[in-house]
C-alpha cells in the first residue's frame, strides 16, 4: 500500500523557518521525482518544488526561490522542504507528491503525480 506521510507544519511567525518532511511507503521512492505543492484557503494548489528521483535537479516556483530547498534520502525514503522566511502568503496546506513514472525529471504539473500525501498545515502570523 502506497503512503506518503507528511510532517513538520506548525504555526510560526514571520521571517522564521520550517522544515517540512515527506515520509513514503509502498512505492519505490528511489526511482521516482517527487514535488510538494500548497493550497491556500480559497485557492487551488499550486507548484512549490521538485527533485528528480536522484536528487541531481530541482525547481522551484518563483514565488519561493531562494527561500525554500528540497531535498531527499533515498535512504530514508523521505524527501524534504526546507523553508526559511516565511511569509504570510506561505501560509497554506503543503502536500508530497510522487511521480507516477520512474527516473522521471523534476515536474511541475500536478497530473504527473500520482500519489499524493494528506498535507500538513502552515500558518505564517505577520
Known amino acids: 500500500q502506497v503512503q506518503l506521510v507528511e510532517s513538520g507544519g506548525g504555526l510560526v511567525q514571520t521571517g522564521d523557518s520550517l522544515r517540512l518532511s515527506c515520509a513514503a511507503s509502498g512505492l519505490s521512492f528511489s526511482r521516482r521525482a517527487m514535488g510538494w505543492f500548497r493550497q491556500a484557503p480559497g485557492k487551488e494548489r499550486e507548484f512549490v518544488a521538485a527533485?528528480?528521483?536522484?536528487?541531481?535537479?530541482?525547481y522551484y516556483a518563483d514565488s519561493v526561490k531562494g527561500r525554500v530547498t528540497i531535498s531527499r534520502d533515498n535512504a530514508k525514503n523521505t524527501v524534504y522542504l526546507q523553508m526559511n522566511s516565511l511569509k504570510p502568503e506561505d501560509t497554506a496546506v503543503y502536500y508530497c507528491?510522487?511521480?507516477?513514472?520512474?527516473?522521471?525529471?523534476?515536474?511541475?504539473?500536478?497530473?504527473?503525480?500520482?500519489?499524493w500525501g494528506q498535507g500538513t498545515q502552515v500558518t505564517v502570523s505577520s
Open positions: 527533485i528528480n528521483w536522484n536528487g541531481g535537479t530541482t
Open positions: 507528491a510522487a511521480d507516477r513514472t520512474f527516473y522521471g525529471g523534476a515536474r511541475t504539473t500536478e497530473t504527473l503525480y500520482d500519489y
